[in-house]
Nanobody, 123 residues
Framework: QVQLVESGGGLVQPGGSLRLSCAARGIIFSIYTMGWYRQAPGKQRELVAG???????NYADSVKGRFTISRDNAKNTVYLQMNSLKPEDTAVYHC?????????????????WGQGTQVTVSS
């Protein structure tokens, strides 16, 4: 069974930094696009940043220049470095990945989500 395990959330003051990590666990053959989404209370989930298996990245306009997404393919892990955090960045952050893995003894490509990690930016 494939799982995405997130870590690194917490409480930080405005202007501070946090680094989120998301590791994919299971019998994995390939990981394609990985990304981070966030959902604030009363708002829809939105894409924060994405990265392809080749390393191409894209960002929401609201985080460009402040957040950096990266991945370590050997560790099946994606990171989100968040700098110059603002109160409006407060949300639950979810990792997402497109993965080819062994599922129920079959090779299967599916979209997976992490459980979410809370990021709170407040003084």
């Amino acid at each position: 069974q494939v799982q995405l395990v997130e870590s690194g959330g917490g409480l930080v003051q405005p202007g501070g930094s946090l680094r989120l990590s998301c590791a994919a666990r299971g019998i994995i053959f390939s990981i394609y696009t990985m990304g981070w989404y966030r959902q604030a209370p009363g708002k829809q989930r939105e894409l924060v940043a994405g990265i392809t298996s080749g390393g191409s990245t894209n960002y929401a306009d609201s985080v460009k220049g402040r957040f950096t997404i990266s991945r370590d393919n050997a560790k099946n892990t994606v990171y989100l470095q968040m700098n110059s955090l603002k109160p409006e960045d407060t949300a639950v952050y979810h990792c997402n990945a497109d993965i080819l893995a062994l599922q129920h003894r079959l090779r299967s490509r599916d979209d997976y989500w992490g459980q979410g990690t809370q990021v709170t930016v407040s003084s």
